[in-house]
């Protein structure tokens, strides 16, 4: 008859509950995997199966999963899951915004559409930029980089009652301001074209008061503005990549200075 013991049970349990919740929190906010979208239960499964394919390449403390520890350990695995997911989220995010800044120079800002990966209303040139980035991201296997970085998150920062600590934080922190900061790097040139675009119907108004400028200056820039996202996407393209390089070396430095 085969015996086992608690502690045996507790270290077979943990084996795969630690990971899982890290593995959950980072799906749970992830881009992509954590959109509106995407029914909970499928981030459920998606989340179980990374766990029982990662869990054992994963060192793990045998605690008493009713012990005070283990709820301390719960609630840094979350945290640190939460924290890799939502820094990944921001690039998404700093990409969005550049469209809606674009789009506040074209006079787009009233066109309006619903966003399936947040659930809300944000202007199509955002929207449109969204898509484009979600593609570009999954083509350049960025989801699969974002698993691998999960995975060495593991090793950088093993699975305990350590989380990220201040430094970790105020890192995670330093790096929202990339939601800014990339927005502009997005939408720099489109703002740059559109400025002398208006410019240019300022000029024309002063040197012609009788023209009804926002009879012609509206369909002008509105036509403008449409080429100039169409020429401006190879740009944005090259800018989200940067973004995402900068991640990928944000997620690792930010595990490996927690863990230190």
């Given at each position: 008859?085969i015996?086992?013991?608690y502690?045996?049970?507790?270290?077979?349990?943990g084996?795969?509950?630690?990971?899982?919740?890290?593995?959950?929190?980072?799906?749970?906010v992830?881009?992509?995997?954590?959109?509106?979208?995407?029914?909970p239960r499928?981030?459920?499964?998606?989340?179980?199966?990374?766990?029982?394919?990662?869990?054992?390449m994963?060192?793990?403390?045998?605690?008493?999963?009713?012990?005070g520890?283990?709820?301390?350990?719960?609630?840094?695995?979350?945290?640190i899951?939460?924290?890799?997911?939502?820094?990944?989220q921001?690039i998404?995010?700093?990409?969005a915004?550049g469209?809606?800044l674009?789009?506040?120079?074209?006079?787009?800002?009233?066109a309006m559409?619903?966003?399936?990966?947040?659930?809300?209303?944000?202007p199509?040139?955002g929207?449109?930029?969204?898509i484009?980035?979600?593609l570009?991201?999954?083509?350049?296997n960025?989801h699969?980089?974002?698993i691998?970085?999960?995975?060495?998150s593991?090793?950088?920062l093993?699975?305990?009652?350590?989380?990220?600590?201040?430094?970790?934080?105020?890192?995670l922190?330093?790096?929202?301001?990339?939601?800014?900061?990339g927005a502009?790097l997005?939408?720099?040139?489109?703002?740059?074209?559109?400025?002398i675009?208006?410019?240019?119907?300022?000029?024309?108004?002063?040197?012609?008061p009788?023209?009804?400028?926002?009879?012609?200056?509206f369909?002008?820039?509105?036509?403008?503005?449409?080429?100039?996202?169409?020429l401006?996407?190879?740009?944005?393209?090259?800018?989200?990549?940067k973004?995402?390089?900068?991640l990928w070396?944000?997620l690792?430095?930010?595990?490996?200075?927690?863990g230190?």
């Amino acid at each position: 008859m085969i015996t086992v013991s608690y502690e045996q049970l507790m270290q077979w349990i943990g084996t795969y509950f630690w990971p899982f919740l890290r593995i959950g929190a980072c799906m749970m906010v992830a881009p992509i995997f954590g959109a509106r979208t995407v029914p909970p239960r499928a981030r459920l499964v998606l989340s179980a199966a990374l766990t029982f394919l990662l869990a054992p390449m994963i060192k793990t403390p045998v605690v008493d999963l009713l012990s005070g520890p283990s709820f301390a350990i719960a609630i840094q695995q979350m945290i640190i899951g939460l924290a890799l997911g939502f820094a990944a989220q921001l690039i998404f995010e700093a990409v969005a915004m550049g469209g809606q800044l674009l789009a506040n120079s074209m006079g787009l800002s009233f066109a309006m559409n619903v966003d399936p990966l947040h659930g809300t209303s944000t202007p199509v040139v955002g929207q449109f930029y969204t898509i484009i980035v979600t593609l570009t991201f999954l083509a350049l296997n960025g989801h699969l980089v974002l698993i691998e970085s999960l995975l060495q998150s593991f090793n950088l920062l093993p699975v305990g009652t350590a989380g990220l600590g201040s430094d970790g934080l105020w890192m995670l922190v330093n790096f929202g301001g990339t939601l800014f900061s990339g927005a502009l790097l997005i939408a720099l040139p489109g703002l740059a074209a559109m400025l002398i675009v208006n410019f240019g119907l300022g000029v024309m108004s002063r040197a012609a008061p009788s023209l009804n400028i926002f009879a012609v200056g509206f369909p002008a820039s509105l036509a403008l503005g449409l080429i100039v996202v169409l020429l401006g996407l190879p740009a944005m393209q090259s800018g989200f990549i940067k973004l995402s390089n900068s991640l990928w070396l944000f997620l690792t430095s930010m595990t490996n200075a927690a863990g230190a």
